[in-house]
């Protein structure tokens, strides 16, 4: 009943800034917290930034300082800004979504977006 769509990774040259969006859709359920992940070839997921339906943040200590989650709860829909990127930031990023329906909790994730930075 869920969907998460992540939109926006693509080619980009050291240095240069990313937006990346992740967009909900179906009815009955509420959003609480969101996070973005990634995966890069061969490695593990990992959590690079969180925020709380009350907008509270935390980055990984990697992208600290370069990266900015925000979220539009209107809208449903939660942002990665990505500022002076670097090429061990490429990966497939996954939009994650922790969600009530009915008072049951559960996660739901994207399909993943890909983020490739290289010169």
């Known amino acids: 009943q869920v969907q998460l769509v992540e939109s926006g990774g693509g080619l980009v040259q050291p240095g240069g800034s990313l937006r990346l969006s992740c967009a909900t859709s179906?009815?009955?359920?509420?959003?609480?917290?969101m996070g973005w992940y990634r995966q890069a070839p061969g490695k593990q997921r990992e959590l690079v930034a969180l925020?709380?339906?009350?907008?509270?943040?935390n980055y990984a200590d990697s992208v600290k300082g370069r990266f900015t989650i925000s979220r539009d709860n209107a809208k449903n829909t939660m942002y990665l800004q990505m500022n002076s990127l670097k090429p061990e930031d490429t990966a497939v990023y996954y939009c994650?979504?922790?969600?009530?329906?009915?008072?049951?909790?559960?996660?739901?994730w994207g399909q993943g977006t890909q983020v490739t930075v290289s010169s």
């Open positions: 994650n979504a922790n969600i009530d329906i009915n008072w049951r909790t559960s996660q739901a």
């Open positions: 179906g009815r009955g359920f509420t959003i609480n917290a």
């Open positions: 925020i709380s339906s009350g907008g509270n943040t």
